[in-house]
Every structure is written in C-alpha cells, then in structure tokens.
C-alpha cells in the first residue's frame, strides 16, 4: 500500500473513529441527564424496594446503537430495581457500605483523566495519592512507618497479598507445604482458604480453634493446639484473627493472640474487612493488639461507606512483599529504583488497575474524619434498638454483639428452623428491607448488618414493622 492510498484509508478511519471524542456541548448535555439521573435515583431510595427477587433480561449487546436516557431507562429497570439496592440505607443483610457521593465523583474524575496509578514514573501524583491513603491507614491502626501497603479491589485480594508474603517470609515451600499450619476459627471468612489455596498451600495443615459463648476464639485452646504440633513434628506457621466477623460481627481477642505468635515466631493475621474502621470509635479498647500484626486487611468500601471495589492491605515486612510481586521488564528501563519502591505496582499483583485512591482521598479530603465517625458511632447504637425493637416482638437474639452485626430466631414452639426459613422467605419476598439468614451454633437464624451510611432509624423502624407483618404470615 503505498503512501497516498494510507493518507486516504486514514482520512476516512478518522471521520468514523471521530466519534469516540464526544464534543463539548454533548458532553454537557450526557452531564445534565446523568445528573438528574444520579439525583433521582439518591432522591427516590427512602420510597423503593432494598430487594427484588426478579431476574434481569435484555442486557445483551446488539450493536445497535441507542440513546443515553434510553440506555439509563434500561439500567434502571434491568440493573437498579432488581436484586440487592445496595445504596439503600434498607440494606440490612450482606455487609453494606452504600458509596458515598463525593467518592463517586472521584471515581468519575479518575475515569476522565485516567492517570496510571500503578507506577510511579508513569504518574507521580496518582501514585502519591494511592501512598498517602496507605500512610494515612498506617495511622489509624498504629502500623509503623516503614510498613508498606497498596489497595486491592476488596477484602479477597488483600488476603491474597498479606498470605503471600506470610508465605515467602517463612520460606512456606515445596516439600515443606504439609509440615506447615495455620490456625483459624470457624467464623473466619472463606476468603482466608481460598486465598491459601489460589497460592499454592492448598496442603497446609488447617487447624479450626473452637470459640467460647461470645464467638470469639479461644487462645487456651489455640495454645494447646499449637503445643500438640510442635510435638508432632509440625511447623506452626501462621493465625488468622477477625476483627469484626461475617456472621456476627465479633472481634477475636487480638492482643492476647498477638502475644501466642510472636511467642512461637508466626505470622500474626488480621482480617478487618468489615470491623477495621470501628477502631475510631468508642469501640476502640477492643481493637487492643491489632498494632502487633504482621499483616493486616480492611474494606474501605465497607467502613468507610465509598462505593465497591476498594480494599486495603497493610504488611510489616516489606522485603517480602517485595519479593512476592517486584518485577520488572526492559520496557520499563527508564523507571529508577527510587520509584519503583514508590509504585503500587510492586506491592500487588496488579499492574494495570483503576487509580482507586482518588475514590477515598478525595472524600477524606473532602468530608474529613469526623463525619465517618458519627455515621459508624450511629451504627452501634442502631443494632442495639434494633435487637431491643426484636426483643419486644418475642424474638430471641444472638450475643450482645461487639460491633454492628447480630442475628436473631423467633422460637416457635415447633420446627422452629423450618418456621425461620418461611419467615426469611415471606422478607426477602416483601422485599422492603434486605436481611440475609446463616447457620450459627447448628440454628437458622436471620442476620443483620447495619452499615450502609443511609441507614438511620426510620430504616430500623420500617424493618421491624415488615419483620412483624411477615412473622403473622408464618404463626
């Protein structure tokens, strides 16, 4: 093909590739309608459902173009009002967050300017960003300044980074595999083996240490266990703590296990996901020993309340996560070794990812400390008038919980776990508040979680009410 015939073959590619850069005034006209759609949807979620059973249909890409207000009327139906409305303040069943508005601002910024935040030489400013999130973590559980850490797409992938580098700190190894355990409770989050398994210690011993009348692990047992396998001829490797359970939101007795590890040279693990960011509130005392931990997991999209997709990970040995995920390629020669150690890259997996810091710095910055605070404080208070409210309707609960998670059974007199699966049936089918359900102590109960930022009273309120209406369709 010669020069004249590429000059022409691009001239008429670029009248149609044209279209990808949306002009100005477009540009401003999408803004108005995606506006007024994003305040519709905030304005309207008091008045909707949390939950619709219904499946979604007519999703599938046609290539057939179609209009913005067409294509937000199609979402609205098919992705908004069907499933779990997890930005309503009713979501009360999986751990919510709810993702606070000027998060989504920074997401939108982020997608516009699309810095690569994954290295340091490629964009200096993200970079700095995404480090500034980690530094300020750093803080707030009492990790020391030369820990390292980078944010992950959510609690899965944080476990995954901290295990690794459990993993190559202790030379966890071929042959060596099954000779090595690690100790964990029932309440742990599956995350934890998967992670294990995705990293190659799929073989490790797995040692479930039975928890006490409150769900929290019990580190006399633990003890004895640890015992036993050195005795056997066993390496005790590494312990697993949760500060904030799935199912009933308990905090592990972290200073006292934090001491059974380094006594025994282990890896200390916390998992936070959920319960991390309590330790800013009047919750503090229980957090006691999360500052000892070799590595450390939170979800800012949880208690943080920003949108999905943002987790956080923070290790003390940062030659092994360096060792873990450091790598580098001829095409990256121009990178200095300064800024490579400056590079999330080089503490993840990930290479390529969404500059997620700016969806937690620009709301940090913006809101400051204080309102996150109250709203968690608020959360405390709302499972306990919710658990009153309960009581008061002749529902028995679960142990005064540590933080905002509790679950509760009504007692019928007879086949009372078939009885609580219908009236988890008659709620999700009301559907006006989510609530999820889970087997605890061999019992079906119906569990909930308060944390979606929303959340305030009249939600509490307006669940009981529908809890009431449901439990007469059931007696």
């Not at 920074?106 to 690569?116: E, H, K, L, Q, S």
């Not at 025994?264 to 509130?281: L, N, S």
């Not at 390629?329 to 150690?341: E, P, T």
Request: glycine residues 6%.
């Amino acid at each position: 093909m010669n020069t004249e015939d590429i000059v022409i073959r691009l001239n008429e590619l670029k009248l149609l590739s044209q279209e990808l850069e949306t002009p100005e005034a477009e540009r401003t006209e999408m803004m108005e309608t995606v506006t007024n759609y994003a305040n519709q949807f905030i304005g309207n979620l008091d008045s909707t459902k949390a939950f619709n059973k219904e499946e979604s249909y007519s999703l599938e890409i046609t290539n057939e173009k179609r209009s913005l207000p067409a294509l937000l009327d199609l979402y609205q139906k098919e992705v908004v009002e069907k499933g779990i409305n997890a930005s309503s303040g009713k979501h009360l069943g999986y751990i919510p967050g709810g993702g606070v508005f000027t998060s989504a601002l920074g997401d939108f910024i982020a997608a516009v300017t699309n810095p690569f935040a994954s290295v340091h030489y490629a964009s200096p400013g993200a970079a700095t960003i995404e480090n500034e999130v980690v530094n300020w973590l750093k803080k707030v559980f009492s990790f020391p300044e030369n820990a390292v850490g980078c944010l992950s797409s959510g609690g899965s992938i944080s476990t995954l980074i901290a295990f690794t580098a459990a993993r190559d700190h202790h030379k966890v190894k071929n042959e060596l595999i099954p000779k090595n355990v690690v100790y964990l409770s029932e309440q742990v989050h599956h995350s934890t083996q998967k992670a294990l398994r995705i990293i190659g210690l799929e073989d490790v011993v797995i040692r479930q240490v039975s928890m006490d009348a409150q769900h929290k692990m019990r580190t006399d047992v633990l003890k004895d266990l640890i015992q036993e396998d050195i005795s056997a001829g066993l390496h005790p490797f590494m312990i697993v703590a949760t500060a904030g359970t799935t199912d009933t939101g308990t905090i592990d007795p972290l200073d006292e296990i934090a001491d059974i590890a380094e006594n025994f040279k282990m890896w200390f693990h916390v998992d936070a996901a959920y319960g991390g960011f309590f330790i800013m509130t009047s919750k503090k005392d229980l957090f006691k020993g999360i500052e000892k931990a070799n590595s450390l997991i939170v979800d800012p999209h949880k208690g943080l309340f920003l949108p999905y997709g943002i987790g956080a990970v923070l290790v003390k040995d940062s030659e092994a996560v360096l060792h873990s995920n450091y790598y580098t390629a001829n095409y990256m020669q121009d990178i200095s070794i300064d800024k490579m150690l400056k590079s999330p890259a080089n503490l993840s997996p990930e290479l390529t990812k969404h500059f997620r810091g700016l969806r937690m710095w620009l709301p940090l910055q913006f809101h400051g400390v204080e309102p996150i605070v109250a709203c968690l404080e608020e959360k405390l208070l709302l499972v306990h008038y919710f658990r009153n409210k309960l009581v008061e309707l002749g529902f028995q609960v679960g142990p005064e919980p540590d933080l905002s998670i509790s679950y509760f059974w009504y007692p019928f007199e007879k086949d009372a776990d078939e009885k609580n699966k219908l009236l988890m049936d008659e709620i999700h089918a009301d559907g006006t508040v989510f609530l999820s359900s889970s087997i605890i102590g061999n019992r079906f109960v119906i569990r909930t979680a308060v944390l979606a930022f929303r959340t305030k009273q009249e939600n509490i309120d307006e669940a009981v009410a529908m809890i009431e209406a449901c439990l007469k369709k059931v007696i």
